[in-house]
């Protein structure tokens, strides 16, 4: 985070702000670049494993043999580095996802990169109280500490029907944030088919795909999705919960998931 800077106001009447920080952040497996994006310089091996857990670059903690995070003068290398079986895997697929915070799918090589199948996922047994839904994206903002001193970070969180909010991550870009959260899981042993994301961004098709490939079942969010997000997200069977603020939330697909008052 920078330092506190003074700003004039219309008055003349200086204010300290503390602005974000984003730095260059390159994700390189096995001594190759596999994404560089601007990214909060926290909880950069949380990105590294999550990014590599949503890619399918790797399908658990145990097939990566090491993370290393390196300050060089450009910004912040990851060096992952895999288990053989999956070193051998990685040499056979080439996908480069460079690009500015917010942009979900740059530098994919093919259409069919846009609209790969996603399984559907399990969770059929995860119910949340409707009270509980209703509440999730106030109960986030008590661990948005980022947020709070600069007004300018994404957070993602991890919701559990009978603990709340235990976990959450937060970032410059709601990927990262996402991905943050879901290599801390993945580090904690904490299984997403357990719980919700709760997400304080719009959501887009890459944040279903990313929940889609950890196994969560169950996404709340502050803001709207877009129509495509919908539909993936109806066909990985996710319950998405959107526009959920305070009282009110709009339930737009596989509503099984959501328990009313009294059940």
């Given at each position: 985070?920078?330092?506190?800077?003074?700003?004039?106001?219309?008055?003349?009447?200086?204010?300290?702000?503390?602005?974000?920080?984003?730095?260059?952040?390159?994700?390189?497996?096995?001594?190759?670049?596999?994404?560089?994006?601007?990214?909060?310089?926290?909880?950069?091996?949380?990105?590294?494993?999550?990014?590599?857990?949503?890619e399918g670059?790797?399908?658990s903690v145990?097939?990566?043999?090491?993370?290393?995070?390196?300050?060089?003068?450009?910004?912040?290398?990851?060096?992952?580095?895999?288990?053989?079986?999956?070193?051998?895997?990685?040499?056979?697929?080439?996908?480069?996802?460079?690009?500015?915070?917010?942009?979900?799918?740059?530098?994919?090589?093919?259409?069919?990169?846009?609209?790969?199948?996603?399984?559907?996922?399990?969770?059929?047994?995860?119910?949340?109280?409707?009270?509980?839904?209703?509440?999730?994206?106030?109960?986030?903002?008590?661990?948005?500490?980022?947020?709070?001193?600069?007004?300018?970070?994404?957070?993602?969180?991890?919701?559990?029907?009978?603990?709340?909010?235990?976990?959450?991550?937060?970032?410059?870009?709601?990927?990262?944030?996402?991905?943050?959260?879901?290599?801390?899981?993945?580090?904690?042993?904490?299984?997403?088919?357990?719980?919700?994301?709760?997400?304080?961004?719009?959501?887009?098709?890459?944040?279903?795909?990313?929940?889609?490939?950890?196994?969560?079942?169950?996404?709340?969010?502050?803001?709207?999705?877009?129509?495509?997000?919908?539909?993936?997200?109806?066909?990985?069977?996710?319950?998405?919960?959107?526009?959920?603020?305070?009282?009110?939330?709009?339930?737009?697909?596989?509503?099984?998931?959501?328990?009313?008052?009294?059940?």
């Open positions: 985070m920078q330092p506190a800077v003074a700003t004039k106001l219309p008055a003349d009447r200086p204010l300290l702000r503390h602005h974000a920080e984003e730095v260059p952040d390159a994700l390189v497996f096995d001594g190759t670049s596999a994404g560089v994006m601007m990214a909060s310089p926290t909880d950069i091996k949380d990105l590294a494993l999550g990014f590599a857990l949503t670059i790797v399908t145990s097939e990566i043999r090491d993370i290393e995070i390196v300050a060089v003068p450009a910004g912040i290398e990851a060096r992952v580095w895999l288990k053989h079986e999956r070193s051998r895997e990685l040499l056979r697929r080439r996908r480069v996802t460079a690009g500015p915070v917010g942009c979900g799918l740059c530098g994919i090589e093919s259409l069919e990169q846009a609209t790969r199948q996603l399984r559907p996922v399990g969770a059929r047994d995860l119910r949340l109280p409707i009270e509980t839904v209703r509440a999730a994206t106030e109960a986030l903002r008590a661990h948005q500490p980022l947020h709070d001193q600069t007004g300018s970070t994404h957070a993602a969180g991890f919701l559990l029907a009978q603990e709340g909010i235990v976990l959450a991550r937060e970032d410059v870009g709601r990927h990262n944030a996402l991905d943050k959260l879901i290599g801390a899981l993945a580090r904690k042993n904490l299984p997403p088919e357990q719980g919700a994301f709760v997400l304080t961004s719009r959501i887009s098709v890459e944040l279903v795909q990313k929940c889609a490939m950890s196994g969560c079942g169950f996404i709340i969010a502050v803001s709207a999705p877009t129509s495509h997000a919908v539909r993936i997200a109806e066909d990985a069977g996710i319950t998405l919960a959107a526009f959920a603020r305070g009282t009110d939330f709009e339930l737009l697909t596989q509503p099984f998931r959501i328990a009313a008052a009294g059940d």
